[in-house]
């Protein structure tokens, strides 16, 4: 058995900013991650991290009410403003810790235009900014002794008497399993794109933490707000940062039409992504589309331009298509890229289950809402990574040491046997498959009733498959057989709550456009939704709302 005071799940941007946080106060604390921490999906963020900085003019309410806007009103508003306000600090801090970000010609710290903004705030470094942060913070851990559970993987959280006291995790080097005690819990395993297919998340992202945390009884919110990227590279999928358009490209339709400048004449190519993807589905869908895509043009950015701003862009164009940005329009489509919704927390991290915190994309503080901009996602991982900490310091403080108990090792031995032990029967890879087609189907870009209960049918169908996958590897060292049959059901638990929360909200509102109910409905939906797992109800959930903090910004129709 291991003990720490803090453990935090997850090596990404989340996870590494808490694990210094603690550290640096003295705290014994570990990071356990089922990859390297570098290979974290924070690794293949491209475009930038948005601050606004008082030096050059910038003001933290105007980054706070283009974030609200952006959300559609749905982010919680005392949440923003803390994040807005905290930006600055944060960016200046990545930058002293060692981050080259670009610089202008001024010799300032570099901006570059993102969408749903005015104002250029979103500090970059090329087209790699998430690698650049992640090794930044990676060395930083290092050099305050921070340590890593590396290549560990998570398989169930310990609750005793309703408090989070620890993990069972599997060691995927030796195949062991073993019980990590700790007095606070913080949470930051990432998103769960890999429900829907394609995304372009890693295939790491799998939700394992809102699983985790939905089993111990904490509710996941706005689980319906999926966010589909305008810049998909057409058939794999692949990103194609928002930079792009932020560098001044153009969204063309077949006829070379700038078609954004009939859905949002004033902001154009940079309008909210919710926004942009939806002008970009209806070209297609009325037939002034490019063999199901859109083209992306950068050609009068010129070569020079292109190669020192968005290298990383033109070499992902070439590799999977072919295709020099600098002489032909990429096609690009929607696609699925971020998950708004998440464990339920406050602006501390905390959790509704005592010793369970929060942070990153797996949690919703909320800041995004209903959707979220581009670039305020790294500010996120920092702004409330830092503040879980801080936050989980304070409450260990009244905790004393954890039971001895190996209870739940046990459990998870005789579960995950049971797994290896299963008669040949389905293919992991196939169940998978069918579960994510059949969530991009029903909770697309466009969604309707009849749609969504179709989502619902096929998981329902999916269900019943998942408890006879089988496991062809029956070894012990890197199983990572063993470790996709967990997955697939960490991510069966994140499609029955996106599911649920999207059947529960009866309007339109930022990602979550219905098409058979078309309108915001401010005074019957300004709310959270939340999904609750209930093993003891009929369908396995519980549903419920929570109101949105309003501070200072009514709401009011959304224009871009
Ligand atoms: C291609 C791409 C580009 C993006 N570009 C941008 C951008 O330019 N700007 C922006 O703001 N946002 C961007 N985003 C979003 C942003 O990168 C992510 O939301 C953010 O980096 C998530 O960080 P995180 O720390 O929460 O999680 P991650 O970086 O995903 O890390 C999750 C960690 O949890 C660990 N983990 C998960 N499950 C388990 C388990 N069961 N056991 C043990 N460990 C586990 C993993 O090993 C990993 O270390 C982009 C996203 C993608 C996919």
Redesign the pocket.
């Known amino acids: 058995m291991y003990e720490h005071d803090v453990l935090i ?9 808490a694990g210094i946080e603690v550290t640096r106060h003295g705290v014994d604390v570990a ?7 570098v ?12 601050a606004p900085l008082t030096d050059r003019g910038d003001e933290w309410e105007g980054h706070a009410y283009d974030t609200i806007k952006g959300s559609d009103f749905l982010a919680d508003q005392d949440a923003v403003e803390i994040m807005s306000s905290e930006a600055g600090d944060a960016v200046i801090e990545l930058e002293r810790m060692g981050v080259i970000f670009s610089r202008g010609e001024d010799g300032r710290l570099g901006t570059r235009a ?1 969408g749903g903004q005015k104002v250029a705030r ?1 500090f ?1 470094v090329g087209a790699i ?2 690698s650049a942060l ?1 090794h930044v913070l990676y060395e930083q851990s290092i050099k305050l002794g921070l340590g890593v ?1 590396e290549e ?4 169930k959280l310990i609750m005793e008497d309703g408090v989070c006291r620890g ?1 069972v ?2 060691d995927i080097k030796s195949g062991k399993l073993h019980t990590i005690k700790a007095k606070a819990v913080i949470m ?4 769960s ?1 890999r429900v829907f297919e394609p ?4 295939l ?6 809102l699983a ?1 945390a939905y089993r111990a009884g904490a509710p996941l919110m706005d689980m319906e707000m999926i966010q589909y ?1 305008p810049t998909t590279l057409a058939r794999t999928g ?2 194609l ?3 792009a358009r932020g560098e001044g490209a153009y969204l063309l339709n077949s006829k070379g039409e700038r078609f954004m400048e009939k859905y949002a004449p004033d902001y154009m190519e940079l309008a909210s992504r919710d926004v942009v993807s939806r002008s970009e589905q209806i070209e297609i869908d009325e037939g002034r589309g490019i063999d199901g895509n859109v083209h992306l043009d950068l050609r009068h950015l010129g070569r020079d331009y292109i190669e020192q701003r968005l290298g990383y862009l033109e070499e992902v164009s070439q590799e999977f298509l072919g295709i020099s940005m600098a002489e032909e329009p990429v096609p690009v489509r929607p696609g699925m ?2 998950i708004m919704g998440g464990i339920k927390t406050d602006y501390n991290g905390a959790t509704i289950v005592p010793g369970l915190y929060a ?5 919703n503080v909320s800041v995004h809402g209903a959707n ?1 901009l ?8 920092v702004v409330f ?1 830092r503040r879980s900490a801080v936050h989980a310091l304070e409450y260990i403080k009244s905790v004393e040491s954890a039971s001895k108990s190996e209870v739940d090792l046990k459990s998870e031995q005789v579960r995950l046997q049971s797994i290896l032990d299963r008669p040949k029967g389905e293919s992991i890879a196939k169940v998978r498959e069918d579960m994510a087609l059949g969530m991009t189907k029903g909770i697309g870009v466009w969604r309707d009733q009849s749609s969504m209960e179709g989502a619902l049918e096929n998981l329902n169908n999916v269900k019943t498959r998942v408890p006879h996958v089988s496991v062809e590897d029956k070894g012990k060292v890197f199983n990572t057989n063993l470790l996709s049959a ?2 697939l059901e ?1 991510m069966v638990d994140n499609a029955e709550a996106i599911v649920h929360g999207a059947l529960m909200r009866k309007e339109s509102r930022g990602a979550h456009f219905r098409t058979d109910l078309p309108e915001r409905d401010d005074e019957n939906w300004l709310k959270h939704t939340l999904v609750y797992k209930d093993d003891n109800s009929n369908n396995g959930v519980r549903t419920d709302t929570s109101p949105v903090k309003i501070t200072q910004w009514e709401p009011v129709k959304r224009v871009y």
């Open positions: 799940i997850g090596g990404g941007l989340a996870g590494l900013r990071v356990i991650s089922k990859v390297h921490p290979r974290s999906h924070s690794n293949a963020a491209q475009g930038g991290i948005n993102f979103t970059f900014t998430g992640l559970y560990w993987f998570v398989t993990v995790a599997y930051a395993s990432g998103g794109g995304s372009t998340n890693a790491i992202c799998t939700g394992d933490g985790l990227h692949i990103l940062s928002e930079a890229h971020y942070a990153g994309e797996c949690a979220r581009g670039a305020n996602s790294l500010l996120d991982t990574g967990l997955e960490f």
